[in-house]
């Protein structure tokens, strides 16, 4: 199975920040990681899919890169809506694994 | 629009089986593939597995050693994920998501359903 190991796990940040998530993968998952935002008692929500392109309805302020094995989910100008827990997945293989998430909270 | 509806929370006692549905709407329901995750309180996202709608062919995590089962029910748009022998660790929320595209990304999420396991 392929593990994906995120990093920071937690992150203070203040609004106007810019913050960025690392996500690596155990095997090269090519371009098949995607990155989710999830808010407290809520589903997760789509914001990055095939490491760099935007989902629709997304703010321009997130952006994804990478390949391979690692992976980047950047949001500059954080906003207040962005605090947030995020998940990257890989959709090489199955199964399909989650990274371990990164809380990113309020400084 | 699109979206995916779930069934409602369930309490079950150790041993028991539990069988959660997700009802699709908005879309062509066999032309997308549904997928299966949970979150255990205070925990990361776990993927399950997930089923064709078209045809019925499944494939799970092999963490679950079994005791998942994914149909489908192509007259009502809706999937089932039926989990057995269940412990106080599979307390979890339930979320089945359509998978799109050549990436498969998880466009649409069902609310989610609370499943507690408690004697």
């Known amino acids: 199975d392929i593990q994906m190991t995120q990093s920071p796990s937690f992150l203070s940040a203040s609004v106007g920040d810019r913050v960025t998530i690392t996500c690596r993968a155990s095997?090269?998952?090519?371009?098949?990681l995607n990155w989710y935002q999830q808010k407290p008692g809520k589903a997760p929500r789509l914001l990055i899919f095939?490491?760099?392109s935007l989902q629709s309805a997304v703010p321009s302020r997130f952006s994804g890169s990478g390949s391979g094995t690692d992976f980047t989910l950047t949001i500059s100008n954080l906003q207040p809506e962005d605090f947030a827990t995020y998940y990257c997945?890989?959709?090489?293989?199955?199964?399909?694994?989650f990274g371990q998430g990164t809380k990113v909270e309020i400084k | 629009q699109v979206q995916l509806v779930q069934s409602g929370a369930e309490v079950k006692k150790p041993g028991a089986s539990v069988k959660v549905s997700c009802k699709a709407s908005g879309y062509t329901f066999i032309g997308y593939y549904i997928y299966w995750v949970r979150q255990a309180p205070g925990l990361g996202l776990e993927w399950m597995g997930r089923?064709?709608?078209?045809?019925?062919?499944?494939s799970n995590s092999q963490r679950f050693h079994g005791r998942v089962t994914m149909t489908r029910d192509t007259s009502i748009s809706t999937v089932y994920i039926e989990l057995s022998s269940l412990r106080s660790d599979d307390t979890a929320v339930y979320y089945c998501?359509?998978?799109?595209?050549?990436?498969?990304?998880?466009?649409?999420w069902g609310q989610g359903t609370t499943v507690t396991v408690t004697s």
């Open positions: 095997q090269s998952v090519s371009n098949f």
């Open positions: 089923i064709n709608p078209n045809n019925g062919d499944t």
């Open positions: 998501a359509r998978g799109i595209g050549s990436i498969q990304q998880l466009d649409v």
């Open positions: 997945q890989q959709s090489y293989i199955t199964p399909r694994a």
């Open positions: 095939a490491a760099s």
